[in-house]
């Protein structure tokens, strides 16, 4: 089931000391001057949801501490916590039950990935990128990534990387016949090098005959 964000606090997050939106459903614009905090609230989603930024140089200059807390709509609650000595996870389900997840690294815990659905689409072995959320200057979708990530991505979305892969598995093997063939053809010089001296053979038994 597809959720969405209705409520969104964020404590002491760059510039925000303590701020509330209220998302109704559909289309919610966030206007205002530049350098107002507009762009912090889109970080302060990435860091709740996603474990991005890393580090600590979001929190406010002059607090030992920041949260940002995330409503669904399903009731379902995330809230992500940073002090000096804690950085947490705590996620609350409809049901009213709560996990709280410590020592996670750079990575986001599972169960955070579930509560809110929204996982990174992985590109390549080593790289992903976050689809639901984008800054300002972030380049359009796929647009800022290498050629080949490019490539290998459109060949997954168009089902060409199941061509890709049936040709490099007759590739392989045509190259394990040829491999076998030239190993068969060798043999068959040994073989007939072996048998050269026998040549005379059959000239021994025609005079054998005559005799």
């Not at 669904?72 to 996870?89: K, L, P, Q, S």
């Not at 068969?184 to 001296?197: D, F, M």
């Amino acid at each position: 089931m597809k959720k969405a964000i209705r409520r969104v606090v964020i404590e002491n997050f760059q510039s925000h000391e303590r701020s509330e939106l209220e998302f109704s459903p559909g289309l919610n614009v966030i206007v205002g001057p530049s350098d107002s905090g507009k762009s912090a609230i889109v970080r302060a989603l990435r860091w709740a949801l996603f474990n991005q930024p890393r580090g600590s140089d979001f929190v406010r200059a002059g607090a030992d501490s920041c949260r940002v807390t995330v409503c669904f709509d399903d009731g379902t609650v995330i809230v992500r916590e940073r002090t000096a000595a804690r950085n947490r996870y705590r996620v609350r389900t409809p049901d009213g039950r709560e996990q709280v997840f410590e020592g996670f690294g750079t990575g986001v815990p599972d169960a955070v990935l579930e509560a809110h659905g929204l996982r990174p689409l992985v590109l390549d072995e080593d790289l992903e990128t976050l689809v639901h959320l984008a800054m300002q200057l972030d380049p359009p979708f796929l647009l800022g990534e290498r050629a080949a990530v490019r490539a290998k991505v459109l060949g997954l979305l168009s089902g060409a990387h199941i061509i890709d892969a049936a040709i490099r598995d007759t590739q392989r093997d045509v190259q394990a016949l040829g491999q076998a063939i030239r190993h068969h053809e060798q043999e068959i010089e040994r073989l007939r090098a072996e048998l050269k001296p026998y040549d005379v053979l059959p000239a021994y038994r025609a005079a054998l005959t005559r005799s």
